[in-house]
């Protein structure tokens, strides 16, 4: 039985993947879709909602031209909290248009729920939380430390033959 190979975490994983299919902006757009009423707030929230991004753009689809004129004042302190959470590279301006908002953005999504178990004791439950560590999504992060814990016990038993085949 071959020893145990060093895992690369998945967010280095993620991240290069994302970064080879051209998807680093999507996800963020994603990201910040789940997140926008935590980010901006609810009175901004109930009011606009982040439509895309696009060539680091962000493009706000607001409710009616009042918001749209208040969004150019609050365009400055905006764009500095999302380069904050997300990454000055991410978005670098933002567009605002006039239009309907959908109707899942006006009340914030309820989280995921997992079923929190915790990595298996031991040395390899610092690796797991070593490599799972920068994955942003709690949901997700637990998702891949049970996925990580159950492939470290697997792979620690013994192979066993089939005992069905007969030599």
Known sequence: MAGLRTLDSFGNILSGLSKRLGLESRLVELRLQRRWHELVGEPMASHTWPAQIRFKKLYLVVRNSVWLQQLTFLKPTLLTKLQAEFGSECVTDIAGRVGELPADSEAPSAPLTTNP????PGESSVEVLSHTAVIQDPALREHFRKVISAYLVRAQL?????PSRVP
Request: glycine letters at 12%.
């Open 117 to 120: 178990g915790s990595p298996q």
């Open 158 to 162: 013994p192979q066993v033959k089939n």
